[in-house]
């Protein structure tokens, strides 16, 4: 009798659930406006300034005849105080409420950036809708003006964007960041942030697309200057993020044409050593490509043209990579480099000691680059 | 004596206009016969009222000292070839020496002289009482009363119109035999002796509902049966006091574990093959006369995804037959529980271009996913169950309703999305494949959509604990519902999510037959064992 009774409880109890409007938590996806792309700007009055880009999925049902004209995508702008302020006040614009977990692009422009990024990337980390792996990339100008562009190969953008900085790794001269890095990188107290720089070029076509090129470096989280391409690739090579890309050096008998070799496997390592109070570094890289293209006529199959190839191949990244480090110590005058990081992991107890003083020592440190160079294959030719 | 007829007679005559007859035969007060065949046949003729098919048949005995006799039989339930062959025309016309009459009289009476040398019939039984006499009359015998005699004859004539072994609908097979059962309880056992020619395989009769007197057969294994589970079957068997048996699903109902619960404990079959199967590993089976349908038990929750035909065909392909049936099962209770769950309250879980084309479908639904949900499993319901009640020609124009109006229409004017039906149609494929527990799964199904349209993957996992806590829980005639996944046996996990080959399956499941558990030899074919 007692059990039928709690049967009967249960069914009233579920069949109210069920037919109560005001489920808890309950949303449609009719009624979300899943946003693929979200820019940050600097809004008039010290305000912020967001740009989303949010999916209309009607307009991506396959068959549609007026669906294909569509827009895929439509963009709203909203400020506010605060982000999660300007990030309520969409639903002003849109009726539906936002859902971030779809969102993998975070585009920061450039005002912004350079006046310091903490207070507006802490709602990002904070709200659980985000997901840490969203791509956070930096843009000379405006946010505004990367969410706003179309695409043409992927239907929305945002996921063009994605493509993009999922696939850097074919050429590697891009810094791809997840929130999560950033957000680690920005809060260390021994390392500075890069981020990947996002830019809109116009296309032969005509219409203009996105180029994922280069980076750009913070002293914490003020943005400070642009890397070049190859300064960005000497970054990933000290950083360990080197996946793949292409190395030119010039022909062992013609040193005006170039043989194209591509790089299948690379490695890094910084060992710190303290000599006699003072520290100093070896930065050790491995690098193993394949011969990919070769532009003068001269047998490359012998292995004394192999080993010319890889001292060359040795230097070419010995000087991306110096380059970089030089730049680094001289001009920007900031570690980006990870020394800092290694030395916390290798001599913790130095390290506390020396943290303080690390500006003024990080210039002065030496630096000692060490390439280990191999190619493999040479392809199917001789 | 008198005193008792007429007190019947009253009774019957009062009983008359009532609803509820009541029935005096199943009691222990014996009316005897008369020796005098007239008020036999008045007996005879008050208790049948004037039924149009019960044949009173009298005649006259052609042999000294040609008495008067009396066949009773009811039309339609008697072979009138039989009678008359075995019957009237050796106790009319044939001529037996008188010499060999005379010697033979000496020593025994008239009837049994005629029980003994006059019919040819194959079963003769003899008969004091009135409920005897009318108890055979009513299976389809006939009785034979003589003038003179208390006691009559009961005759074997049985003999109606049946359907001849047929391949069953349910339970097809591609390769494997074709026979079902049949209606009638002699042709079942029959067909289960030719499977199995062991003199241990014993069957028990009892007749089970006090106006149908139903035959009902246990069938066993001597010797690997577990004993305690056949005379569990026996006392539950004998504890049933209900009017009429008409179908196995009633026995099935009052004797089961769990009456309360969603899953069947007492398995059924249309397939001699699988009965023997289940006998041999150890199982009881219950006959009823008047369906073709054999009772198992104890019936395991493992069965329903077992398949004869994974036995009949080589065990690799078996096993990923037996896989796929998991994964049907599993298809069949989540999936559009867990759809619910991942779009209603946990979207950021979906693949974001699925997510997109999701989105894209449910655009313009006016209703919420849940009630979608709801809505397309009652119709698939209610179109399942036209299917089978309506009139076969009607068939086509069912389907036709039911593919193009309920589903594509739908979907065009924008009052369903076509994932949902997408959904609906592979679950109820799903359910299909496991088809013996499917009406446990439809609830089950019903039951875990309300609870993931509550809470969401919380309430699912609510709702599958407490399912699971149930199946824990239940029993069928003592052996545990999940044997052998929960109690694990290893030896038996053999034949659960793989079908192992047969010279692996070395023994018969440990909790059923605990007697004789070794079903064979270590017997892996190999060209060196034949070459001695």
Same mark, same amino acid.
């Given at each position: 009798m007692k059990k039928t009774k709690l049967l009967a409880l249960l069914l009233l109890l579920f069949s109210v659930a069920l037919f109560t409007t005001g489920c808890w938590n309950r949303k449609e996806l009719d009624k979300l406006g899943i946003v693929s792309a979200i820019g940050i700007d600097k809004g008039e009055d010290g305000k912020v300034k967001l740009t989303v880009q949010i999916i209309k999925p009607e307009s991506l049902k396959k068959g549609g005849g007026e669906g294909e004209k569509e827009k895929p995508v439509r963009i709203l702008s909203s400020t506010g105080d605060t982000v999660l302020d300007a990030v309520r006040n969409f639903v002003e614009k849109s009726g539906r409420k936002l859902f971030h !977990?779809?969102?993998?692009v975070i585009v920061l422009g450039e005002k912004m950036a350079r006046e310091g990024v903490l207070p507006v990337i802490d709602w990002f980390n904070r709200d659980? %809708?985000? +997901? &840490?792996l969203a791509w956070v990339m930096v843009t000379k100008g405006e946010a505004s003006d990367i969410i706003l562009t179309k695409s043409e190969l992927e239907k929305i953008p945002g996921q063009q964007i994605e493509m993009l900085l999922q696939n850097y790794g074919a050429v590697s001269k891009a810094v791809p960041v997840h929130l999560l890095e950033f957000y680690e990188k920005l809060t260390s107290e021994s390392d500075h942030p890069v981020l990947g720089r996002i830019q809109v070029k116009e296309q032969i076509d005509k219409t203009s697309a996105f180029e994922f090129k280069g980076a750009g470096f913070f002293r914490k989280d003020k943005l400070i200057g642009w890397l070049d391409p190859l300064e960005t690739r000497g970054y990933l090579w000290i950083w360990n993020k080197i996946k793949s890309g292409i190395i030119t050096v010039p022909c062992p008998e013609n040193e005006n044409k170039l043989v194209s070799l591509e790089i299948i496997k690379a490695g890094s390592k910084i060992k710190p050593e303290f000599k006699e109070g003072k520290i100093s570094y070896r930065i050790e890289v491995k690098v193993q490509s394949n011969l990919g293209e070769n532009m003068c006529s001269k047998n490359l199959a012998k292995p004394d043209t192999i080993a010319t190839l890889e001292e060359e191949q040795r230097k070419a990244v010995e000087q991306e990579i110096k380059t970089l480090v030089k730049q680094a110590q001289e001009e920007f005058k900031i570690d980006i480099l990870g020394l800092g990081v290694a030395t916390m992991r290798k001599y913790p107890e130095e390290w506390k000691e020396l943290k303080d003083r690390w500006e003024e020592e990080f210039p002065q440190v030496e630096v000692e680059v060490e390439v280990a160079s191999k190619i493999s294959l040479i392809g199917m030719v001789e | 004596m008198m005193r008792i007829i007429t007190s019947i007679w009253n009774s019957l005559k009062k009983n008359k206009g009532s609803k509820i007859n009541v029935m005096n035969n199943t009691g222990k007060t014996v009316i005897p016969l008369t020796p005098s065949l007239p008020t036999n046949l008045s007996l005879l003729k008050e208790r049948f009222q $004037? !039924? &149009?098919d019960v044949v009173f048949r009298e005649f006259t005995v052609g042999f000294e000292p040609y008495p008067k006799a009396l066949l009773v039989y009811i039309n339609g339930l008697i072979s009138s070839d039989v009678i008359s062959t075995t019957i009237l025309k050796p106790l009319m016309f044939e001529s037996l020496s008188e010499q060999y009459m005379l010697k033979k009289f000496q020593q025994i009476s008239l009837l049994d002289f005629i029980q003994e040398c006059a019919v040819p019939n194959s079963k003769v039984t003899k008969v004091n009482s009135l409920p005897d006499l009318i108890d055979g009359i009513l299976s389809g015998n006939t009785a034979f009363v003589l003038d003179g005699f208390p006691t009559a004859l009961v005759m074997d004539t049985k003999g109606w119109e049946a359907r001849g072994v047929d391949e069953p $609908?349910? %339970?097809? @097979? @591609? +390769?494997?035999?074709r026979e079902g059962f049949t209606e009638s309880i002699g042709v079942n056992t029959a067909l289960l002796r030719r499977k199995i020619k062991d003199e241990n395989l014993r069957f028990e009769s009892l007749n089970l509902g006090r106006r149908s007197k139903t035959a009902v057969y246990i069938a066993y294994l001597q010797g690997v049966v577990n004993e305690k589970i056949v005379a569990e079957t026996k006392s539950r068997l004998q504890r049933i006091d209900i009017d009429a048996i008409l179908e196995t699903g009633y026995i099935e109902q009052l004797i089961e574990d769990a009456p309360t619960s969603i899953f069947p404990t007492v398995g059924n079959t249309e397939k001699p093959d699988i009965l023997a199967a289940k006998l041999l590993e150890g199982r009881v089976g219950i006959f009823v006369d008047g369906t073709p349908f054999v009772l198992t038990v104890p019936h395991l929750l493992i069965e329903a995804v077992q398949s004869p035909e994974d036995y009949y065909s080589r065990p690799y392909y078996a096993t990923v037959i037996r896989l796929l049936r998991f994964i049907a099962l599993g298809l069949a209770t989540l999936l559009p529980s867990t759809y619910i769950a991942l779009q209603s309250f946990h979207p950021e879980m979906i693949p974001t271009p699925l997510l997109i084309s999701m989105a894209g479908a449910r655009e313009g639904i006016p209703f919420p996913s849940y009630m979608e949900a709801l809505v397309m499993g009652v119709i698939f319901e209610i179109l399942r169950e036209a299917g089978i009640r309506m009139p076969r020609p009607i068939g086509q124009a069912v389907s036709i309703v039911g593919a193009l109006v309920l589903g594509q229409a739908a979907v065009e004017a924008g009052l369903i999305s076509n994932a949902m039906v997408i959904l609906v149609a592979l679950t109820a494929i799903c359910g299909f494949v496991v088809s013996s527990i499917a009406d446990a799964i439809a609830l089950l199904r019903l039951f875990l959509l309300l609870c993931s349209t509550s809470f969401g993957f919380f309430g699912l996992l609510m709702g599958l604990l407490f399912v699971y806590i149930h199946l824990l829980k239940l029993r069928s005639f003592g052996i545990p519902y999940l044997t052998p996944i929960a109690p694990g046996n290893l030896n038996d996990l053999k034949d659960v999510f793989i079908r192992a080959p047969f010279w692996s399956l070395l023994t018969r499941p440990q909790l059923l037959g605990q007697k004789n558990v070794v079903r064979q030899k270590p017997a892996k074919p190999s060209p060196e064992n034949s070459r001695e």
């Open positions: !977990s779809h969102n993998y659980h %809708e985000m +997901r &840490p | $004037d !039924s &149009p $609908d349910t %339970e097809a @097979v @591609v +390769r494997g035999p």
